[in-house]
Structure formats: structure tokens, C-alpha cells
């Protein structure tokens, strides 16, 4: 089989094997428009900007990003700066793009599994990975 239908079908199988959390998602991102978010697609993700439902940073649901900035293009401390101190800096939305990829994989599984891992932590490897992947372009399976 050709690797670029090879890649589409695992995209599209990923992409319904993470649909009810896309459905979260999308709820959560509808609502925000109302209050003056911005809807685009960027990152493997329909990107909500300006959400305010939170102070900074986003959230990933699926193939739904929720983001307080006005741009994924933004830099932020990797988990372990904001830790431990330092100032490396990765793009926010090469970040997330990580975590669509890990719900694609996981599935409803994710949240269960983000959550047994630590949650919001530099502890959590699916946060690291998630930083990886933002510094190297790859590496964003949590369990490598």
C-alpha cells in the first residue's frame, strides 16, 4: 500500500477513535464563540483561540484545541522549566499537536491515562512527550 493512503486511513481511524472527545471539545469550543473566541485549523486540530474559560495556556480534547492565547505560534516553558526553573521555550501549539496525536492513539483512553500519569505535571510522560515532540519534531508516544 502506498504510505500516503497508509497515513490518511491511520489519520482518519485516529480521528474517529478520538471523536468523542473531539465531541467535548467542540462543545466546550461553540460555547467560547459566544464570548469572542476564534475558530481555525492548525496543528491536526480545529483551534479555538482566545478561550477564556481559563487563565493561560490550552487544553486539548481530542482533535479540539482550546487556547487562551491568540496564536499557537506562542512560545511556552516546557514543563520542566516551569518546574524547575530555566527558559527553554517551546511552541505551544507543537505541544499540543502532541497531545491530538496521543488522544488519536488513545482514545477515550486518554484523559484516564493523562490522569493516572500525574495530570497537569512535568511528572505526567504524557506532558513530556508532549515537550519533546515540541522541541524535536518527534517522540510524542508517552511510552518510549
Keep these: 500500500m502506498n504510505p500516503l493512503w497508509k497515513n490518511r486511513i491511520l489519520?482518519?481511524?485516529g480521528s474517529l477513535?478520538?471523536?468523542?472527545?473531539?465531541?467535548v471539545g467542540l462543545v466546550f469550543g461553540a460555547g467560547s464563540l459566544l464570548l469572542g473566541a476564534r475558530v481555525s485549523f492548525s496543528d491536526a486540530a480545529l483551534v479555538f483561540s482566545g478561550f477564556r474559560f481559563f487563565s493561560h495556556g490550552a487544553l486539548t480534547l481530542g482533535q479540539v484545541i482550546l487556547h487562551t492565547g491568540s496564536s499557537l505560534d506562542e512560545p511556552?516553558?516546557?514543563y520542566h522549566c516551569a518546574a524547575f526553573g530555566g527558559d527553554e521555550c517551546v511552541r505551544i501549539g507543537s505541544h499540543e499537536r502532541a497531545h491530538v496525536y496521543?488522544?488519536?492513539a488513545f482514545g477515550v483512553l486518554?484523559?484516564?491515562l493523562y490522569f493516572l500519569h500525574g495530570g497537569i505535571s512535568h511528572k505526567n510522560r504524557f506532558e513530556q512527550a508532549a515537550d519533546r515532540y515540541a522541541r524535536t519534531g518527534s517522540g510524542w508516544w508517552p511510552y518510549g
Aim: aromatic share 16%.
Design 11 to 13: 489519520f482518519a481511524l
Design 17 to 23: 477513535w478520538a471523536l468523542p472527545m473531539t465531541a
Design 76 to 78: 511556552t516553558l516546557t
Design 102 to 104: 496521543q488522544t488519536m
Design 110 to 112: 486518554f484523559l484516564p
